[in-house]
């Protein structure tokens, strides 16, 4: 599960191609983000939640080079260092990469072997491919801002995670590492990934889209996993915060009732009567309302019934499983949430450093055999 002989050209910039690159860093390669000069990525002064730019949570331990692609020298520099590499990553528009010079095909006519991934709001093909949008947009066109209304009828919430941003860049990174496997099993060609966040919201859909595909249209609130059912809510406690309580198997509802003392309600789980399900929801409800948020979680956390709290995202960071698991990592440069998996054999070292812009241009450019003159004339030419 390392990925050290791996070099990823990152033409990527914001969240979710850095997150993609982020993840193979993690594994070990040496990513090499290309980055606008003067300027740079554009999340190198966007903060968010008042804290500091996202920047850093997903270009630790990368190489920052500085190349202006609009620029004859520096679009003939990026495609030599594609020419070396084993996957190149790109979060253009559709189109804009070709007209850069820097599109598939052009890198692999240099480098047949080169696993090249497009990320797009929509993908590289149908109507939406050149049509401009940012997570809210994906996530809302993906069905899943209708799954979030607090009532059946209400207004939908926006997500705490930008969703499309994360899960694209998940199935960005999965599919480099299936198609690096790919050609190291195959005849050592490479090939085009196209990756549409929309498409990966829609992929976690699979629980709600069975009833969409027979004529329904799940919405918030009207499917088992969205609150319809009492013992699938959230719930109010006596403090002010709130817990889940995910009891959907029998057994596990009937173990919740007996241990808040109102076997009463075990044969009303499931009701299809809405003046039932409201009266059971109220019933849940007080009961939640009788102890504080973490006396509920001293008192059921250990048992089999499915509550748990609802905790804010500091909260969530400090405890005392994601400090047990590793996920927070701590470097020279702060903390930050880590690979989500425990790989048996470790994941190595990692430079957890957050480049500085264009720190490493210099240096990667001579080992691609440019020398002092060549990069100085990059350089009085506004390309690097």
């Not at 996530?139 to 209708?146: N, S, T, W």
């Not at 948020?293 to 405890?319: K, N, Q, T």
Request: with cysteine; hydrophobic share 40%; glycine share 12%.
């Amino acid at each position: 599960m390392r990925l050290p002989d791996v070099t990823v050209l990152d033409l990527t910039r914001l969240l979710p191609g850095p997150y993609a690159t982020q993840l193979l860093a993690d594994l070990g390669a040496d990513v090499v983000k290309v980055e606008r000069p003067g300027t740079g990525d554009y999340a190198r002064v966007m903060a968010t939640g008042g804290g500091p730019s996202v920047f850093s949570a997903v270009n630790r331990g990368k190489r920052s080079v500085t190349l202006d692609l609009k620029a004859a020298g520096g679009r003939e520099a990026c495609r030599r260092l594609a020419a070396s590499a084993d996957v190149v990553v790109e979060s253009f528009r559709p189109g804009v990469a070709d007209r850069l010079g820097v599109g598939y095909d052009a890198v692999r006519e240099r480098n047949p072997g080169v696993v090249y991934c497009s990320l797009s709001g929509f993908g590289a093909t149908g109507p939406n491919r050149d049509r401009a949008g940012h997570d809210l947009n994906y996530v809302g066109m993906a069905g899943l801002l209708d799954m979030t209304r607090a009532e059946a009828d209400g207004r939908p919430a926006i997500p705490g995670f930008p969703v499309a941003d994360m899960a694209g860049g998940l199935v960005g990174a999965l599919s480099i590492v299936s198609a690096l496997l790919a050609r190291e099993l195959g005849d050592g060609t490479g090939e085009h990934v196209d990756v549409g966040l929309t498409d990966a919201v829609l992929s976690l859909s699979q629980a709600v889209a069975p009833a969409a595909f027979e004529g329904a249209d799940p919405r918030g609130r009207t499917t088992a996993l969205t609150g319809r059912y009492p013992c699938y809510d959230v719930y109010e406690t006596a403090d002010g915060e709130y817990v889940t309580l995910a009891a959907l198997e029998p057994e596990f509802w009937r173990a919740f009732c007996e241990a808040v003392d109102r076997e009463d309600l075990v044969g009303e789980q499931y009701a299809e009567d809405p003046a039932v399900r409201s009266a059971l929801r109220e019933e849940v409800a007080a009961v939640f309302r009788e102890r504080a948020r973490d006396e509920w979680e001293a008192a059921l956390g250990d048992a089999d019934v499915m509550v748990a709290p609802v905790r804010s995202m500091g909260e969530a960071l400090d405890s005392e499983q994601v400090r047990e698991r590793g996920l927070v990592v701590e470097e020279p440069s702060g903390p930050r949430v880590g690979f989500p998996a425990r790989p048996s054999d470790g994941l190595g070292d990692h430079d957890g450093s957050v480049p500085d812009l264009g720190e490493h241009t210099e240096a990667v450019l001579r080992a691609h055999g440019y020398d002092e003159d060549a990069i100085a004339a990059l350089r009085d030419d506004g390309a690097i």
